[in-house]
Nanobody, 122 residues
Framework: VQLQAFGGGLVQTGDSLSLSCAAS????????MGWFRQAPGKEREFVAS????????YYSDAAKDRFTISRDNAKNTVDLQMNSLKPEDTAVYYC????????????????WGQGTLVTVSS
């Protein structure tokens, strides 16, 4: 499984940004997907996850009510729509995949994308 995340960039406080992750795997629908982020000098943290059907989504407290995760199993993509961005959202964002149910724990994910940088200026 190869994952490629893209869509990052430099935005201002209050702006929106959409990240996308493309998966090269024939059985994408078998994988739960997650988004994590890592800010400079900090540990990688959970942002959001989505079940293989898309029917269940989970968010960190920081992402709840501002971010939306979605997936398109026909296109092998998972997106993260981020609204009302704040400077503290600045981080490298990673998409990840795992067989089985979703998880908020990074160590449970088997495959990772290369990350895309999101910078939110104040």
């Amino acid at each position: 499984v190869q994952l490629q995340a893209f869509g990052g960039g430099l935005v201002q406080t209050g702006d929106s940004l959409s990240l996308s992750c493309a998966a090269s795997v024939q059985t994408f629908r078998d994988y739960a997907m997650g988004w994590f982020r890592q800010a400079p000098g900090k540990e990688r943290e959970f942002v959001a996850s989505i079940s293989w059907t898309g029917g269940k989504t989970y968010y960190s407290d920081a992402a709840k009510d501002r971010f939306t995760i979605s997936r398109d199993n026909a296109k092998n993509t998972v997106d993260l729509q981020m609204n009302s961005l704040k400077p503290e959202d600045t981080a490298v964002y990673y998409c990840a995949a795992r067989l089985g149910p979703t998880s908020e724990y990074a160590y449970r994910y088997d495959y990772w994308g290369q990350g895309t940088l999101v910078t939110v200026s104040s």
